[in-house]
């Protein structure tokens, strides 16, 4: 009953800029965490940046200096800034959360993910 709405993505130059951003709805009771992961042609989903809701944030070293993570819990979003991009930073890029969810008679924890969105860097 969680949905994750992505915004932005796009084709940009090697050297632009670009910035995503993740919007959660549904039966919501909190979200502990947001953040970002890519997953370019054959390699791995990586985590990108990732923010708590006590403002905890981690970044993958290929990123750090380049790119920003924020939040707004009243919206329930999460936005991506990035900077300086390079042709290796295209990928496929997801937005995670986890969200703390009333089912039923119980109070439970879900990983959600969106559906993704491309952002390729050109050179």
């Known amino acids: 009953q969680v949905q994750l709405v992505e915004s932005g993505g796009g084709l940009v130059q090697a050297g632009g800029s670009l910035s995503v951003s993740c919007a959660a709805s549904?039966?919501?009771?909190?979200?502990?965490?947001m953040g970002w992961y890519r997953q370019a042609p054959g390699n791995q989903r990586e985590l990108v940046a990732r923010?708590?809701?006590?403002?905890?944030?981690n970044y993958a070293d290929s990123v750090k200096g380049r790119f920003t993570i924020s939040r707004d819990n009243a919206k329930s979003t999460v936005y991506l800034q990035m900077i300086s991009l390079r042709p290796e930073d295209t990928a496929v890029y997801y937005c995670?959360?986890?969200?703390?969810?009333?089912?039923?008679?119980?109070?439970?924890?879900?990983?959600?993910w969106g559906q993704g969105t491309q952002v390729t860097v050109s050179s």
């Open positions: 923010i708590t809701t006590t403002g905890n944030i």
């Open positions: 549904g039966s919501i009771f909190s979200i502990d965490a």
């Open positions: 995670y959360a986890h969200v703390i969810e009333k089912v039923g008679y119980s109070i439970r924890s879900y990983d959600y």
